[in-house]
């Protein structure tokens, strides 16, 4: 079982900027895909952001531009940066490995069933 942990979140004006982290007890990203969930009050949780093994990213449009994601040098970490932050934003964040890097939307599973605490990003306008 692999224990995944997030953080960096916080409250931050819109326009604004944060960095979220992922930290997962295993070297799981070294051979899967890194990617960066949300769930927003009331909605289901969403693949925004996502990272292939080999180094190619994807973004749901609603983010596209502003949010890059990454891979640490270790093979347990990972980044979010987001910057130009919406009050549509405001959301849990949290990290996993998707089957497919290339997925979008609300039906992206994941190789862990595990999930972490997530991270809480609030934008105010």
């Known amino acids: 079982q692999v224990q995944l942990v997030e953080s960096g979140g916080g409250l931050v004006q819109s326009g604004g900027s944060l960095r979220l982290s992922c930290t997962a007890s295993k070297n799981i990203f070294g051979y899967n895909a890194l990617g960066w969930y949300r769930r927003a009050p009331g909605k289901q949780r969403e693949l925004v952001a996502a990272?292939?093994?080999?180094?190619?990213?994807n973004y749901a449009d609603s983010v596209k531009g502003r949010f890059t994601v990454s891979r640490g040098d270790a093979e347990n970490t990972g980044y979010l940066q987001m910057n130009s932050l919406k009050p549509e934003d405001t959301a849990v964040y949290y990290c996993n490995a998707p089957w497919d890097y290339y997925c979008s939307g609300t039906n992206c599973p994941t190789v862990y069933d595990s999930w972490g605490r997530g991270t809480q990003v609030t934008v105010s306008s």
């Open positions: 990272v292939s093994s080999g180094g190619t990213a």
